[in-house]
């Protein structure tokens, strides 16, 4: 079956370039979230968008910015990057109209190495 | 706010030992209770969920019970494995019926080590 794809796996930059994570959900899936997790952290939900439109937002720092395109896939764009934002992206996708039976998808992530 | 109270970890044990990690929620309205278990160098991955009080969410041997008395969704499996070795995350979703409002709001994780 089709899963939530992330590209890239792993992405090096160093401080204060820009970065952009591109996320592809299954099929179907209305919905997309973006989370952050931080070495040894729990996830943190960044922003999340519906039918291509944002539909909620976390502790997303300024410098980031993302978007829904008209085939679903979304991108994460992060500029100025910092050390700290070093960790691990996770996009999820659903639909919503069956979430509360199948819930979230995750991708598996990329890595984003600040050095 | 929601939020999601998770046994500390990290907690070792044998083969076939029984397992419980403790998991606590507080949230208005009547969320949805996931775990969630990650592998090392992977994603997340949907362990088991349950939608309403009462309700057991299963897989893989393991369970756990919604149980809205208490707030809680204790994880529990009754003989681990060495492949059970992993991070186990408790999450929640807010009421349903509140749309708009699925972000997951995740426990702080619990690193689960099984030695042979």
């Known amino acids: 079956a089709a899963g939530v794809i992330q590209s890239p796996r792993h992405l090096i930059k160093e401080k204060r370039e820009t970065a952009t994570l591109k996320c592809y959900p299954i099929?179907?899936?209305?919905?997309v979230y973006w989370y952050q997790q931080g070495p040894g952290q729990d996830p943190q939900f960044l922003i999340s968008f519906y039918e291509k439109m944002q539909s909620d937002k976390g502790s997303i720092p300024d410098r980031f910015s993302a978007q829904q395109f008209s085939d679903y896939h979304s991108e994460l764009n992060m500029s100025s990057l910092e050390l700290g934002d070093s960790a691990l992206y996770f996009c999820?996708?659903?639909?919503?109209?069956?979430?509360?039976?199948?819930?979230?998808?995750f991708g598996s992530g990329t890595r984003l190495t600040v050095v | 706010g929601d939020s999601v109270t998770q046994m500390e970890g990290p907690v070792t044990l044998s083969e076939e030992a029984f397992l419980t990690i403790n998991c606590t929620y507080t949230a208005t309205g009547y969320p949805s209770l996931f775990w969630y278990v990650q592998y090392p160098g992977e994603g997340l991955q949907l362990l088991l969920k349950?939608?309403?009080?009462?309700d057991k969410g299963s897989n893989k041997g393991f369970e756990a019970t919604y149980r809205k008395e208490t707030t809680s969704f204790h994880l529990e499996k009754g003989s681990v494995q060495v492949s059970d070795s992993a991070v186990y995350f408790c999450?929640?979703?807010?009421?349903?019926?509140?749309?708009?409002?699925?972000?997951?709001?995740f426990g702080t994780g619990t690193r689960l080590t099984i030695i042979p």
């Open positions: 999450a929640l979703v807010p009421d349903l019926s509140n749309f708009g409002n699925e972000k997951l709001t």
């Open positions: 349950a939608t309403k009080a009462d």
């Open positions: 099929p179907r899936h209305d919905t």
């Open positions: 999820a996708s659903s639909y919503f109209q069956v979430f509360a039976n199948y819930g979230y998808t």
